[in-house]
């Protein structure tokens, strides 16, 4: 079975013994077959809300730069971005290598550098050394960019519903039985049979436990750099 939304859907009608659906008829269902496919989506964003940070759902995101203007939107699907992946990509026509920007509070750029968002003329343009956060989920680079530079960094995005029968979960396809456990949890619901609910339940929690185990938890280590003689 192929590892999409109709996949999943007719993963949970097997387990319950029902008319697997089609492309043909995916778009236009009703009654329960419209809830085991609110329930895929369900367990899809159960999952996605464990974990801030799950490593299929991490971006590297490329925006490039207009001159003159310092503040930039997050993207609209960013749960959270790494402050310290930020970079100026090297661009031989702007003659600019690729340089890390150092990251500064919002505090110590009002504190310091306001003035330069307001004044804009070309002898305070230059290549942004530094990038800060603002409470209003935007980004503030500084000094103000002079040129169409392209920016670069990374962040962990929220994840998305799957809507036609051909779209694919950004979790990796060896974990669909994971996805699959907790659709259950919410058919069962939907069916009024709360034990099989509660023991769907109990296998979704074990599952996400281990991608957490397997994706998420990480042991820290020290590194001896004495030297001994």
């Given amino acids: 079975m192929a590892y999409n939304y109709l996949g999943l ?6 387990r319950l013994n029902e008319v697997e659906l089609t492309t043909a008829n995916f778009a236009s269902t009703t ?7 609110d329930a895929v989506n369900a ?18 995101e490329e925006e490039v730069l207009v ?10 699907d960013a749960k959270t971005i790494n402050m310290n992946t930020f970079r ?15 990251i500064m509070s919002y505090e110590e750029y009002l504190e310091r550098h306001a003035d330069s968002e307001y004044n804009t003329g070309t002898d305070n343009l230059s290549t942004p050394t530094h990038v800060a956060r603002t409470p209003s989920r935007e980004l503030i680079l500084y000094p103000n960019p002079d040129k169409a530079y392209e920016l670069v960094y990374e962040y962990f995005r929220t994840g998305y519903d799957l ?3 051909d779209d694919i979960p950004t979790l990796p396809e060896q ?15 939907f069916r009024g049979d709360m034990q099989a609910a509660q023991l769907s339940f109990n296998k979704f929690e074990q599952g996400i436990k281990q991608l957490r185990s ?12 004495r030297v001994y003689y």
Avoid: C
């Fill in 163 to 165: 809507e036609n029968h």
């Fill in 43 to 60: 367990s899809l964003r159960h999952i996605q809300q464990e974990e801030y940070e799950w490593p299929w759902n991490h971006v590297e």
């Fill in 175 to 189: 974990y669909r039985y994971v996805i699959v456990d907790g659709a259950m949890y919410y058919v069962y619901q």
């Fill in 9 to 14: 859907v007719n993963d949970v009608n097997r």
């Fill in 67 to 76: 001159p003159g203007v310092s503040r930039y939107g997050f993207p609209y």
């Fill in 31 to 37: 009654g329960y077959y419209s809830f085991a496919k």
């Fill in 214 to 225: 397997l994706h998420i938890n990480r042991t820290d280590y020290l590194r001896d750099t």
């Fill in 88 to 102: 100026i990509k090297r661009d031989d026509a702007l003659k600019v290598s690729t340089q890390k920007l150092k």
